[in-house]
């Protein structure tokens, strides 16, 4: 059974780059497609974008020109960096796991979360 | 993108019967997932492919899906059922994959 543990920097000043890693403990890295979600008060759930164990990447195109996740299959890691950060960043970050299936999919599970709070 | 809507709020007495709506065009085309994220706690699962529930989700949690609109209901509520619930759609198509939330209310 996955299970996803999260860290990275909770604090950061506007303008510098936000990063997040995620370990996957259990089940096979190379069958799911692993993704970062955020939740902010007036936004809900926003999907960042993921990655597949080869590095295949996909992004929401409203972050893609400052996201970049990457993966280290080595470790059964993978890893959020998001630049130029902005009070509007603010937000819980998720790792999570999509499942893919025919043409569709869920995320399940998450990881604990980590409070990214951007201010000077 | 492909806009997914829920109420903001429903509020509902202990032991009744909550439904918490997600619209969207030709939904019932699509399948729908519902997760509950209680506060302070990581979104949980707890209906996918429509109507089938996880492992270790109670059998008062059931989802259906039809033309415009999916329905997550929840039978004889409890106070722990308190929370916020989003629905998810995934066609590879779309860049806002949840809808915007409900809050659930246990008067």
Not at chain 1, 26 to 35: I, P, V
Not at chain 1, 57 to 63: A, D, E, F, I, T
Not at chain 2, 12 to 38: D, F, L, M
Request: proline residues 5%.
């Amino acid at each position: 059974q996955v299970q996803l543990q999260q860290w990275g920097a909770g604090l950061l000043k506007p303008s510098e780059t936000l990063s997040l890693t995620c370990a996957v403990y259990g089940g096979s890295f190379s069958a799911f497609y692993w993704s970062w979600i955020r939740r902010t008060p007036g936004r809900g759930l926003e999907w960042i974008g993921e990655i597949n164990h080869s590095g295949s990447v996909n992004y929401n195109p409203s972050l893609k020109s400052r996201a970049t996740i990457s993966v280290d299959t080595s470790k059964n890691q993978f890893s959020l960096k998001l630049s130029s950060v902005t009070a509007a960043d603010t937000a819980v970050y998720y790792c999570a796991t999509r499942i893919a299936v025919s043409g569709t999919g869920w995320f399940d599970p998450w990881g604990q979360g980590t409070l990214v709070t951007v201010s000077s | 993108s492909y806009v997914l809507t829920q109420p903001p709020s429903v509020s509902v007495a202990p032991g009744k019967t909550a439904r918490i709506t997600c619209e969207g065009n030709n939904i019932g085309s699509k399948s729908v997932h519902w997760y509950q994220q209680k506060s302070g706690q990581a979104p949980v699962l707890v209906i996918y492919y429509d109507s089938d529930r996880p492992s270790g989700i109670p059998e008062r949690f059931s989802g259906s899906n039809s033309g415009n609109s999916a329905t997550l209901t929840i039978s004889r509520v409890e106070a722990g059922d308190e929370a916020d619930y989003f629905c998810q759609v995934w066609d590879g198509s779309s860049d806002l994959p949840f809808g915007g939330g409900t809050k659930l209310t246990v008067l």
